[in-house]
C-alpha cells in the first residue's frame, strides 16, 4: 500500500459534490423569452381569433389549430428544453429565442392559413424550449430560488393576461397582425441579453484558476 509522505494530505473528493449554483442574472434572458411566449400563446384568445378569422377569410375549422398548433408544438418542446438546459442553458436558450423571432414574423405576414399554422408552430417550439430551460435554471440558482421562482412564474402569468388584452386592443386599433409584431423587438432584447449573459458567463470561467488535481488515494 503506498502511504503519503510525512506532511502531506490525502484528498478525497467528496461523493455527490453538487456543482456551484448558477447567477441568477441568467434568467433575465429566458425568462424575458419563456414570458413573450406565454403572451404570444394567450394573444389568440377572446376577439383576436375573430379578428383573424375575419381579416383571412378563415374557415371556424382552422381557428382552433391556431392555438393548437402552438400548444401542442410547446409541449413537445418543453421537455426537450429542460433536459439539454440543465446542462447548457445558454446554447437552449438562444435558439429558442431564435425561433420566436421568425415564428412571430411568419405569424403576422402571413398570406394564408397554412403560413399563419406554420408560424404559430415555430413559435411554439422556441416557446416550449424556453419554457424548459428557464424552469431548470431556477433549480439552479440556489439560495436564491425562493425569490426568483415568485418573480419568474408572476412575469409569465403577467403576460398570459396581458395576451388577450393587448390582442383585443391592438387588434381593433392596428389590425390583428400588430401583437405579433409588437413582439419582435422584445424577443430581439431577450436574444441580446441571453447572448451577452452566456459571453459573460463563459469569461468568468476562463478567468477562474485551474483547480489542482487530487491527490491519488492509497
Known sequence: MNLPFPGTTTQIPPSGTRPSARPAWLLIGPTLAASLGAFLLAVTFGPEKA???????????????IFVAYLL????????GALLGRRWPTAVALPAI???????????????????LLGRAVTGVGAGLA??????????????????????????????????????????????RWPFLAAVP??????????????????????????PPAAPLA
Open 51 to 65: 379578428e383573424i378569422q375575419r381579416a383571412m377569410h378563415l374557415p371556424a375549422s382552422v381557428i382552433p389549430w
Open 131 to 176: 419554457w424548459g430551460v428557464t424552469a431548470v435554471l431556477i433549480t439552479q440558482v440556489g439560495a436564491r430560488r425562493g425569490l426568483m421562482v415568485p418573480l419568474v412564474a408572476g412575469a409569465v402569468v403577467l403576460a398570459l393576461a396581458l395576451g388577450p388584452v393587448a390582442g383585443a386592443f391592438l387588434g381593433r386599433s392596428l389590425g390583428w
Open 98 to 116: 431564435v425561433l420566436l423571432v421568425p415564428g412571430s414574423l411568419l405569424t403576422a405576414l402571413a398570406p394564408g392559413s397554412g403560413t399563419l
Open 73 to 80: 408544438a410547446a409541449l413537445l418542446a418543453v421537455p426537450v
Open 186 to 211: 422584445l424577443e430581439v432584447v431577450a436574444l441580446l441579453v441571453t447572448a451577452v449573459s452566456g459571453i459573460i458567463v463563459l469569461m468568468r470561467r476562463a478567468s477562474q484558476p485551474a483547480q
